[in-house]
Structure formats: C-alpha cells, structure tokens
C-alpha cells in the first residue's frame, strides 16, 4: 500500500556543525480523516580529519512538536556523513544494539544540488545471524530557492492533507528554531565540536638536545675561522703582488734610463737587487 507523502528538508551548515530539519507530511488512510506530520531534527559536526567527513551528534524524531532538550545521541551514535565526490555522500550505522544496520546514500544531479535523489535501506539482524532486510526507502526531490517559497508549499501541503493546526503549521516552522522544538544545547554541541576539543594530532615539542646545540656551535665557529683565516691568505697574495709590482717598476725606472732590458744580464740585476737591501738579509723593506 501506499499512501501520498510529502518531505520539506531544511538544511544549514554554520562553521564546523550541521543542522537538518525535516518536515513531513502524509495523508490519512480514510481521506475523510485528517493526516498528520513526521517530525526529525539531525546534527552533526565536522571531525579532525578535515576530510569533509562528519559524525552524528543526536537526533529527535516526533509526531508532535515538544518542548526541552531532549536530543538523542544514541539514535546517530557512530553514524558519520562520508563524502563520495562533489556531489555524492554514504552514511552507514547501527542502531538497536546493533541488531539493525541502515545505510543511505545521497546523490546530488548538478553542482548546486538543484535535483537530487536519496535511497535508504532498513537491515535486521537476527540471533542465528540472518541478515534480513525490513524497510526501504527511495525519494526524489528539488531545491526551493527562496524561503517564502518554502514556506508557502509547506503551508499548501499541510491543508491538502488536511492537518491540524495544533499538529503543525507554517507559522510554528518559521519561528521555531528546530522541527521537534528540542534543539540541542550550546554544552551538548561543544562536547563534540572541534573547535571546543583538542585535537589527537599533536606535533612533538620542538626542543633540541644539548649536544646537537654544542656541535652546531662548534661547526659554526670551524666555518667562521675557516672563513676567515681564508680571508687573510687572500689579503697577504694581494699585497705580495702589489709589493713585486712596485719593486718592478722601481727597477725599470732606475735602469730602463742607462741601458735597454735586452742587454741585462742576472748578474746586472743581482748587483742592482743588493744597492736596495740595504742590511743584506735578502728582502727588500723599505
């Protein structure tokens, strides 16, 4: 059998948490009579893998709309959002004990998600471990752009299938805050939020040992008086060089006037060399 069924989804993603509000809607079995509404508040939040996954806080399903904090984190609890692609995500989790496993799929036919389609399927698992499948699920829906349009064909639902207005109206979905009216508390969400945990990936402190400071200071000083002991090699070849070169044109200058360079012989130059030293140890210094 079937009956007409109607589902208004309205979801938010604030920072590192997820919000999800449906709003369904059915006929009565007897046309005559008045239908009613299904009411589920969803939430998640983001994890410390930052891989777009995320993890089921709690959830609140109800006929009616209530009052308090009454959200249930056994309902999602180890049910995460796993991302596919870009425009598909999985979700797999027990419940009951886990004597029942559900799994759903989401499947988005554009980037901006403007159709999509979902299936949902419902497996129990029996004491002598048979695996048997008790529901299924498969729907198809559209996105509605602005809110007062959202609004307005949730409004026109709830007339066609001639629900109460003590059950759910329009008015009651604009300024309630959650489906149900029991919304998590700011304490329940920072019990799970990352941003309000510490994370279990932790660098190592960074601190570095005494003896590898002391050979890295010692290698350090090597460098510098390397460095600079060949800083001082070089200092003493240039000024070697400039002392020859003058002592050259010391002796060009005095002898290139008396006689031409072709006609000196060592012993002119030997004779020369020992008119400049004048203590005869052999270096010129003056």
Not at 65 to 84: A, N, V, W
Not at 113 to 141: D, H, K, M
Not at 216 to 229: D, K, P, Q, W
């Amino acid at each position: 059998f079937a009956i007409p069924y109607t589902e208004f989804i309205n979801v938010t993603i604030s920072g590192s948490r997820y919000y999800q509000h449906n709003y369904g809607v059915f006929h009565n079995f007897d046309s005559s009579r008045p239908g009613g509404v299904l009411l589920v508040d969803v939430y998640y939040v983001a994890t410390f893998e930052k891989d777009g996954t995320a993890q089921g806080l709690g959830a609140v399903p109800g006929l009616v709309q209530s009052d308090g904090t009454d959200i249930d984190p056994s309902i999602l609890e180890g049910r995460k959002l796993t991302p596919l692609n870009e425009r598909a995500w999985y979700s797999s989790y027990a419940v009951d004990s886990s004597t029942a496993v559900n799994q759903e799929t989401w499947l988005c036919f554009d980037d901006d998600c403007t159709t999509f389609a979902s299936s949902l399927e419902n497996w129990e698992i029996l004491p002598n471990g048979t695996n048997v499948q008790i529901g299924f699920l498969r729907y198809s829906g559209s996105k509605i752009e602005s809110k007062d349009e959202w609004l307005a064909q949730l409004e026109q639902a709830l007339d066609d299938a001639n629900v109460p207005e003590d059950r759910l109206t329009a008015s009651d979905v604009e300024t309630g805050e959650c489906a149900t009216g029991s919304c998590p508390t700011e304490e329940q969400w920072q019990m799970n939020d990352p941003y309000f945990q510490e994370s279990p990936y932790q660098e190592p402190d960074g601190s570095l040992k005494t003896g590898f400071i002391v050979g890295i200071t010692i290698a350090g000083f090597v460098v510098f008086v390397s460095i600079a002991a060949l800083i001082h090699r070089m200092g003493l070849a240039r000024q070697e060089r400039r002392i020859r070169t003058a002592v050259a044109r010391a002796v060009a200058s005095t002898m290139g006037k008396r006689r031409r360079a072709e006609s000196l012989t060592p012993a002119d130059l030997q004779k020369h060399f020992d008119s400049m030293d004048g203590d005869g140890d052999g270096h010129v210094t003056k």
